[in-house]
């Protein structure tokens, strides 16, 4: 962090500049100023995050400068240095929300225990925003997979370039995989790639989904990088470490086995030093130990690699193309969880490669799933029935590896479409799942059939429910759109005329199909979110607070959060401070 010394005094600078204890404290000299002026001219040249100033000087005060580079400089820190005599000048810079004031004589050690207290406070919130910007980029990604911003690319352009992910017309790869970490965990795992690429990663359908960016990316790249990570370490059980049920243990300082050899380095989760420099690219010596990373936590649960079948989709040239990568991570991803029992090798493979294994494994024509696809996206129950029953005939007479690698496939590759298109929600999809983990251990083919039909059968409407499947899909439209917007004038009239329908009508059926009426709905949205901000930095400004989530009003929204929580936003924030 870089420090700016103001005062008129020569030797008071160079005194204050002498007191500051640099090295331990992680602080750097940025330059020194005579006057208000002359320091508000340079801290944006010695891009300053401190500035300890004099009161009295002359041309332009100290509380003159923090007034003028607060308007400019929001995020600096200050520390005012006054007289006995300045008792007014004292407490109008307190009213400034200065960090703190001295007095003079200054003593050292009170200015080094200051300032360390600013530095640990610039920390916590460099922190804070940064897992705030996470949360977002997680949120915009989310949507756009989930098709929210699928008619307007010019609000998808605009809010990609707030969340300062990487450029618009990047090179980037999904990939799809399960793991049994946190995602904070598997954020730490994947960090070495961060060396490389900008990485974010969403929990969806009971799957993690990564996206990479970079101005040159392959899908074999990520493929590969993905898989040597997968592999460093991955596969070592955890004596004592997990229970029965493969939890994760934490290894806040204890082995993972009776004789480990922990890995230090750069802290990401789950590889040792060595196996992490491999993976970035660069020469290890020896074998990658096993265990934890950096005092992290362990990288597999009982023998399960902590990432596994990773499904790596094609490569989409500028953030307007990524649903279409994650579409074929999805796929990539569906064809390693339908190869028969002890047919997967590799930890990472790319739909390009699985593309040619998965016209032997399940014999699909492109013609036949795409408008198999279509039918069911489309909601046409009889002829998606018919299809799906015309497949699943045939397939009985199969290999039954073929056979169970074709059911399995279907019913995800089926169940993905549903849920992309609004006709189920992630319920249903981990339903989808669940089934196609149990389809082995069915025994007749007969009842194999029988199971996959009845999913789709009985979430599909018959032909006189269309109508009903048509306002569905409207109401799903909707409410994704207020999902990623409830925090901006979102208007009941525009949501109806979006969806053609009246107002009135399009209440009712909001109401009917999320079980709250429309107002409820968006301010539970903001609500939760207020809490969040709130027990995220209890520093922040309920005022600021209001403005973030839709309201102008304070007394509103101070009304409207204990009507809702029980307690005043300021209690709950008091709470959280504890």
């Known amino acids: 962090m870089n420090v700016l010394v103001v005062d008129d005094q020569r030797l008071s600078r160079a005194g204050i500049v002498k007191m500051i204890e640099w090295e331990r404290l992680g602080l750097t000299l940025a330059g020194e100023s005579a006057n208000g002026r002359d320091a508000l001219e340079r801290i944006g040249d010695v891009e300053a995050d401190i500035v300890i100033t004099d009161v009295r000087m002359p041309v332009m005060s ?75 980029r997680e949120r915009f990604f989310h949507f756009l997979i989930e098709g929210v911003y699928e008619q307007d690319e010019a609000q998808l352009l605009e809010e990609f370039a707030e969340i ?20 904070q965990a598997v954020y730490e795992a994947l960090r070495p790639l961060e060396a490389r690429m900008a990485v974010c990663v969403l929990r969806t359908r009971g799957v993690y989904v990564l996206l990479a960016a970079a101005p040159a ?8 990088m993905l898989g040597r990570l997968a592999a460093a370490g991955a596969y070592a059980a955890t004596p004592g470490g997990a ?25 990401a989760t789950g590889t040792t030093d060595g196996g992490l420099r ?26 399960e690699p902590a990432l596994r079948r990773i499904g790596v989709g094609t490569v989409a040239h500028g953030v307007a193309r990524v649903r279409e990568s994650v579409g074929k991570a999805f796929d990539a991803y569906t064809i390693l969880t339908s190869r028969p ?15 040619s294994e998965a016209a032997n494994l399940i014999p699909l024509s492109a013609a036949w799933e795409q408008e198999w696809a279509l ?151 903001r609500i939760e979110r207020a809490k969040e901000l709130l027990a995220a930095d209890p520093e922040r400004k309920i005022g600021d607070v209001a403005l973030l989530c839709g309201y102008q009003d304070i007394k509103y929204f101070r009304k409207l959060f204990k009507r809702h929580t029980g307690i005043t936003p300021l209690s709950f924030k008091e709470d959280a401070a504890r």
């Open 375 to 525: 039918h069911l996206r489309q909601g046409n129950r009889d002829a998606a029935l018919g299809k799906l029953a015309d497949l699943l005939r045939d397939g009985t007479s199969a290999h039954p590896d073929v056979a169970d690698s074709t059911y399995h496939y279907v019913l995800l590759r089926g169940a993905r479409e549903l849920y992309e298109s609004g006709l189920i929600r992630e319920p249903d999809f981990l339903e989808a799942c669940r089934i196609a983990r149990s389809l082995p251990a069915v025994v007749s083919p007969e009842e194999k059939q029988r199971t996959v039909t009845d999913f789709f059968l009985s979430r599909l409407k018959s032909p006189e429910d269309e109508q009903g499947l048509e306002t569905r899909q409207a109401v799903e439209k909707a409410r994704a759109y207020i999902d990623a917007h409830f925090c901006e004038t979102i208007n009941l009239s525009e949501l109806a005329q979006r969806s053609y329908m009246s107002p009135g009508y399009f209440s009712s059926l909001f109401r009917q199909y999320t079980g709250s009426n429309f107002l409820e709905y968006v301010t539970n949205l």
């Open 243 to 267: 229970g029965e049920d493969g939890r994760l243990r934490e290894a806040a300082g204890e082995s993972a086995s009776s004789s480990p050899t922990t890995g230090s380095g750069s802290g």
């Open 341 to 355: 029992a002890g047919g997967e090798v590799e930890p990472a493979a790319t739909y390009e490669r699985l593309e």
């Open 164 to 183: 300062r992910f990487a450029e618009a017309d990047s090179r980037f790869v999904a990939a799809v995989f399960e793991s049994a970490l946190d995602k």
């Open 62 to 136: 100290g509380l003159e400068l923090i007034e003028k580079a607060k308007e400019q400089y929001p995020g600096l820190s200050y520390v005012v240095i006054s007289g006995y005599d300045d008792y007014s000048y004292v407490r109008k810079s307190i009213q400034l929300t200065v960090a703190d004031y001295l007095l003079k004589p200054v003593d050292p050690q009170e200015l080094n225990a200051l300032l360390e207290k600013i530095v640990r406070r610039h920390e916590e919130q460099s922190l804070q925003a940064e897992a705030d910007l996470r949360r977002w």
């Open 217 to 224: 990316l392959s899908a074999d790249e990520v493929a590969d």
């Open 278 to 303: 491999e993976v970035a690219g660069e020469e290890a010596s020896g074998s990658p130990a096993t265990g934890t990373a950096g005092g992290g936590v362990v990288l597999a649960t009982d023998g």
